[in-house]
């Protein structure tokens, strides 16, 4: 393997890897002896990476501001490129905004040659039939990352119009339509609510923080195992 892709791989281990990891685990993974393992930690450090640690206790990155953009490989160019195009197909107009931002951010700070290929990836998204993103996404989203709850109106599968207070956990997209996870303060358990079917909402001041993190984590497990009943 050449030393530069070897120096990018090692960089990917030790963002992805938990940490300290040793130096053996990282010299088995990159194909290295510990010792050319050493040289290439003190190669990452001159470039600016910031790596704590040392021989006998492990490694652990810091991330840098100056540190240069991680290389991407054509494959994940085409994730990025195919993913974020999903996004922009099927994502309310704020959200839709933020990924079309993102991809430019991305692709300015990429190397010409993987620039090029981002710009004439082969996948591609075209959807032929478009729904209208439903407008009380962004202001669910907003209030999910601000763990405030929602005053809702909903009208359910039959017609009828109920008035919720909700804890918002996180937006949910299926295949024609997006769901919102919450906390159903009047039934008092999770519920999910289809948002194209919410009338009204309306921000709370009452927060419910910090504990989207432990609700959202207890919901998917029942759902979990709830699937497998």
Known sequence: MPRTDRLFRLLDLLRRLPPPVTAMRLAAETGVSERTLYRDIDALRAAGALIDGEAGYGYRLTEDPALPPQMFDRLEVEALVLGLA???A????ALADAAAAAMDKIVARL???VAQQAAHAVSMVRRW???RAPRHLDLLRRASWDELAVDITYVD???????RRIWPLAT???DHAQMILAWCCLRQEFRKFVVHRITQASVTGHSFRPRRASLLRDYLAQMGAESQS
């Open 157 to 163: 599968g039959a017609g009828n119009e109920t008035g």
């Open 111 to 113: 190397p010409d040659r």
């Open 172 to 174: 949910v997209f299926v």
């Open 129 to 131: 039939e478009t729904t």
């Open 90 to 93: 099927k994502a309310d107009p």
């Open 86 to 88: 999903e996004v922009q």
